[in-house]
């Protein structure tokens, strides 16, 4: 099958965008791209590293001159992007574009803390409560750029990205 635009999954941490991501790239063979190991693979360092060495402003400058990159190929893909992508104005102008396609995988934050469990690799989690703040504070941000919302409390993987496909072959982003 073939994109006829870019799709990109949002939503916050731990909603497993990188897994359907990867799941929807196998099921209908489009590529997809996560844009954090894009970023990992083109910086060198690590997301933590990246955090380190000049705060969350450095990753946010990195991660969106990355979206601004990506959103220029030709070649469409399905990218499964870092949770706070929709922290920065510019991220979220090209995510509305009408030539991209927005998907919001929305999960509760205590669900979200519950998954994530190693924290150390992601420095925006703290606890669940800070989860919760940011959460509801972001929760707005990506409902302004989504096209389509997809709950996904008690869906599985293969429930998500049913729902996914089926969106995108109605809407033509994704044919034969
Ligand atoms: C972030 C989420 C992470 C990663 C970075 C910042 C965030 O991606 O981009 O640690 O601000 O929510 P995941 O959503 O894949 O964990």
Redesign the pocket.
């Known amino acids: 099958m073939q994109l006829t635009k870019n799709v990109y999954l949002i939503g916050?941490?731990?909603a497993g965008?990188?897994t359907i991501a990867r799941r929807i790239a196998r099921l209908a063979s489009v590529a997809s791209l996560d844009m954090?190991k894009y970023i990992e693979r083109s910086s060198g360092q690590s997301?933590p590293e990246i955090f380190e060495q000049g705060g969350e402003a450095h990753?946010r400058d990195i991660?969106a001159k990355t979206l601004e990159e990506l959103s220029g190929k030709d070649d469409h893909m399905l990218i499964s992007c870092?949770?706070?992508i929709i922290?920065t104005e510019a991220c979220r102008d090209i995510l509305k574009s009408p030539d991209n396609v927005v998907i919001h995988l929305k999960i509760d934050s205590d669900r979200a803390a519950q998954r994530i469990g190693n924290a150390a690799s992601?420095?925006?989690f703290k606890d669940s409560e800070q989860a919760r703040a940011l959460s509801s504070r972001r929760f707005p941000l990506y409902e302004e750029v989504a096209d389509l919302t997809i709950d996904t409390a008690n869906k599985n993987v293969w429930e998500i990205s049913n729902e996914a496909m089926r969106f995108l072959s109605e809407e033509g982003v994704l044919c034969q």
């Open positions: 916050f941490m731990g965008k990188s954090d997301i990753f991660e870092g949770g706070g922290e992601r420095p925006m």
